[in-house]
């Protein structure tokens, strides 16, 4: 595994929380640290999803096959570099022979990254690590996960909504049975109730129900792209 050395940058026995001044350059020292980290993957794919899930758990399994997919045909898998939907990314990816990316976080108890990332970076800022994630993808792929995947998702959509994010990037929702009522929500609560969305806003999300679903969403988009 290779890890991105921040050391020379990060500076890690200074005190940056006192220095208000030294901490705005530690953030731009981490921002570039992960674009430059980034810079040698193409044709990249991010996942979302529970870390909470086991190698047993059917989303799992379909984060693993959906993965070793995309590996196959090229595709770079870009993962936060924890378990459950993570570690099935990145398993899934060094398996079917793509690079297998993890984006670290730093916490007091030490997160460690999966054993089937390739290369990683490790970052202090959980707003960096999430630009990091959303900076080179040419789709998001979202399975079922809780607060914290609910933030990813509903952060990126505001981003491509309000053309943040100026490329057209598909999010991909995997397990109807999870997402479909939220999307019904939206719709309903949303769009018809309280009228605080536009009738496009829900073209951002795609469901999928099934690997090859998903597999496909991601094809067609790149041809489409192309």
Same mark, same amino acid.
């Given at each position: 595994?290779?890890?991105?050395?921040?050391?020379?940058?990060?500076?890690?026995?200074?005190?940056? !929380?006192?220095?208000?001044? #030294?901490?705005? /350059? !530690?953030?731009?020292?981490?921002?570039?640290? *992960?674009?430059?980290?980034?810079?040698?993957?193409?044709?990249?794919?991010? /996942?979302?999803?529970?870390?909470?899930?086991?190698?047993?758990?059917?989303?799992?399994?379909?984060?693993?096959?959906?993965?070793?997919?995309?590996?196959?045909?090229?595709?770079?898998?870009?993962?936060?570099?924890?378990? *459950?939907?993570?570690?099935?990314?990145?398993?899934?990816?060094?398996?079917?022979?793509?690079?297998?990316?993890?984006? =670290?976080?730093?916490?007091?108890? $030490? +997160? !460690?990254?999966? +054993?089937?990332?390739?290369?990683?970076?490790?970052? =202090?800022? /959980?707003?960096?690590?999430?630009?990091?994630? @959303? /900076?080179? @993808?040419?789709?998001?792929?979202?399975?079922?996960?809780?607060? *914290?995947?609910?933030?990813?998702?509903?952060?990126?959509?505001?981003?491509?909504?309000?053309?943040?994010?100026?490329?057209?990037?598909?999010?991909?929702?995997?397990?109807?049975?999870? #997402?479909?009522?939220?999307?019904?929500?939206?719709?309903? +609560?949303?769009? $018809?109730?309280?009228?605080?969305?536009?009738? +496009?806003?829900? =073209?951002?999300?795609?469901?999928?129900?099934?690997?090859?679903?998903?597999?496909?969403?991601? $094809?067609?988009?790149?041809?489409?792209?192309?």
């Amino acid at each position: 595994m290779i890890y991105y050395d921040d050391s020379h940058l990060l500076a890690k026995d200074f005190d940056y !929380r006192h220095n208000p001044s #030294w901490r705005i /350059f !530690r953030i731009m020292a981490e921002f570039i640290d *992960g674009f430059t980290f980034l810079s040698e993957f193409e044709k990249a794919v991010t /996942f979302f999803g529970s870390a909470r899930f086991d190698e047993k758990h059917d989303h799992y399994q379909k984060a693993y096959e959906l993965a070793k997919k995309l590996g196959s045909k090229g595709y770079t898998i870009i993962t936060g570099g924890g378990p *459950g939907v993570m570690e099935a990314a990145n398993r899934g990816a060094k398996e079917g022979g793509g690079q297998s990316v993890g984006i =670290n976080i730093m916490l007091p108890n $030490e +997160q !460690r990254v999966n +054993q089937y990332v390739d290369k990683s970076i490790a970052l =202090n800022h /959980f707003f960096i690590r999430k630009v990091i994630l @959303a /900076f080179s @993808a040419e789709a998001f792929i979202f399975f079922p996960g809780g607060f *914290g995947t609910m933030d990813e998702m509903f952060e990126l959509s505001t981003l491509i909504q309000t053309n943040k994010i100026e490329r057209k990037v598909p999010i991909i929702l995997v397990g109807k049975n999870y #997402w479909e009522p939220l999307v019904d929500w939206v719709n309903h +609560q949303l769009l $018809e109730e309280y009228k605080t969305i536009s009738p +496009q806003d829900l =073209n951002i999300w795609q469901i999928a129900d099934s690997v090859e679903q998903a597999f496909n969403l991601v $094809e067609t988009y790149m041809a489409i792209k192309k």
